[in-house]
């Protein structure tokens, strides 16, 4: 009898256990979209496909300062995210994964971490082994001059300085291949 109490109590409890983390990973799915509340600054434009980005200067979490056009020339993909971020996290791998495999073949990127200190962001580039530069916004500053509505939020410029693609939102690995392809040859 002890032995079917204690069966029936473990197939209970994992049937619990199973309930809860469903019902948190349907709270918590959004498309691959984690929305923000960022104020855009007034009188700017929002990015569309075929403009100029807004220009933008920042600092990177080891106090070096990065600007939008030390990429002018170059195939450019910015990303827009956070290590608060669930979406952001769940492509982190693929998307440094995407970046060694074609950065060989002159692929840029540079990401912008909205809201967090620069501690934060450096502590999770290190744990999620990113290469890439990041610029830290924690006072929103370039996201509300790009109208952020949701993160992650890529946007690929090709070498004219022209926006080509933009996506809000988690990005397969595919998804990110095609990506890649329409600002590289």
């Not at 890439?132 to 004219?160: E, Q």
Request: net charge neutral; glycine share 10%.
């Amino acid at each position: 009898m002890a032995g079917r109490l204690q069966t029936v109590l473990v197939l209970a409890v994992t049937a619990i256990a199973i309930g809860a983390v469903s019902w948190y990973v349907g709270q918590s799915s959004n498309d691959g979209i984690t929305s923000v509340d960022i104020r855009a600054a007034s009188g700017i434009t929002p990015p569309a496909v075929g403009r100029a980005p807004t220009p933008f200067t920042g600092v990177d979490y080891n106090g070096t300062t990065i600007s939008l056009s030390d990429y002018a020339g170059k195939p450019l993909w910015l990303n827009f995210g956070a290590s608060w971020c669930r979406d952001c996290r769940a492509e982190a791998t693929d998307f440094e994964a995407t970046y060694e495999k074609y950065r060989p073949k002159g692929l840029n990127v540079l990401a912008v971490f909205i809201s967090e200190p620069a501690s934060d962001v450096k502590a999770y580039a290190g744990r999620a082994g990113l290469t890439f530069p990041i610029v830290v916004d924690p006072g929103d500053k370039i996201a509300s001059a790009y109208s952020l509505v949701g993160i992650p939020m890529h946007l690929l410029i090709g070498r004219d300085g022209l926006i080509k693609m933009i996506k809000i939102g988690a990005l397969s690995p595919d998804d990110m291949e095609k990506a890649v392809a329409t600002i590289l040859p």
